[in-house]
């Protein structure tokens, strides 16, 4: 496969990932994180990371739009409940290195 291919495949994976993400709203990203290790901000974080690699300046929150598919405070309010005690006792110890 040639890398022009595999850029665009990829981009293409990435793309449904996103939209995957956007149509989910029911899953928490502290539930991401407790699962998966990583979350939309994580992502949003990747992606501005990979533009400033290309020489492309992209603010947190114009890149979190881009994974949010809307202004993250907006995305929080409609979306995103209190974390449960469970939830916070996962993070805390997948984080604490006992994982």
């Known amino acids: 496969m040639d890398d022009t291919t595999r850029t665009e495949i990829e981009a293409a994976a990435f793309r449904r990932l996103v939209a995957h993400l956007r149509d ?12 998966a ?3 939309r901000n994580c992502l949003s974080r990747w992606y501005r990371e990979a533009a400033a690699e290309q020489g ?16 993250y405070a907006d ?7 209190p974390a449960s005690a469970e939830q916070q ?3 805390a110890k997948a984080h604490s290195g006992e994982g």
């Open 24 to 35: 989910r709203t029911d899953v928490q990203n502290i539930d991401l994180m407790n699962l």
């Open 37 to 39: 290790g990583f979350c």
């Open 56 to 71: 492309q300046a992209l603010s947190d929150p114009d890149a979190r739009e881009i994974v949010y598919g809307m202004p």
């Open 75 to 81: 995305w929080k309010a409609k979306h995103q409940a």
């Open 89 to 91: 006792a996962a993070f």
